[in-house]
């Protein structure tokens, strides 16, 4: 039997409660924050997740397509990283696909993990990277608007004329 057809028979730990409350938090912000950038900075959100996923950016694209946000795309592109390392039979789209499937029918991210045995630390590490990544894109964005927006010289203001008789 695959770790992805595995039904864990362990109770989920009060531990691992917090951590999908604290994962689901956190890829809240991370969309809230890359929401705001401009196509060029979703452009590159992308493929920094891609990047650090290791998949090609039209993995993320495709994602995005299905109306998943940047940070369900990370929690899902970690859960399937982190299957893969269980069950080295799995490339990375069966494990993508083990993962979609279950969030597909209903199940929330810590349900995922402990029915396929999977810790969510790593998951969250991997989140919180996506965010810092996220905010540095913002960062660059603001500092392009900056450069972008400079204020109009005004023109000059003609020369008092002289007052004859002074």
Do not use: C, Y
Not at 5 to 28: C, F, I, M, Y
Not at 39 to 57: L, W
Not at 101 to 122: F, P
Not at 154 to 163: D, G, I, L, Q
Request: aromatic letters at 2%.
């Amino acid at each position: 039997m695959t770790a992805a057809n595995a039904q864990s028979s362990r109770p989920v730990d009060s531990s691992e409660q917090k951590h999908a409350e604290r994962l689901g938090a956190e890829a809240q912000e991370l969309d809230a924050k890359a929401g705001h950038a401009t196509p060029e900075g979703q452009r590159r959100i992308t493929e920094a997740i891609a990047r650090d996923f290791k998949v090609d950016p039209s993995v993320v694209t495709d994602l995005r397509n299905r109306n998943m946000g940047f940070g369900e795309i990370t929690i899902a592109l970690a859960l399937s990283q982190e299957l893969m390392k269980r069950d080295n039979t799995l490339n990375q789209q069966q494990a993508l696909d083990a993962v979609l499937a279950k969030r597909a029918a209903g199940e929330g991210w810590g349900k995922i993990a402990h029915d396929l045995n999977l810790k969510l630390g790593h998951v969250r590490s991997k989140v919180e990277k996506a965010e810092k990544q996220v905010a540095r894109v913002e960062r660059v964005e603001k500092a392009q608007k900056a450069e972008k927006v400079e204020k109009m010289e005004k023109p000059e203001k003609p020369a008092k004329a002289e007052r004859p008789g002074r």
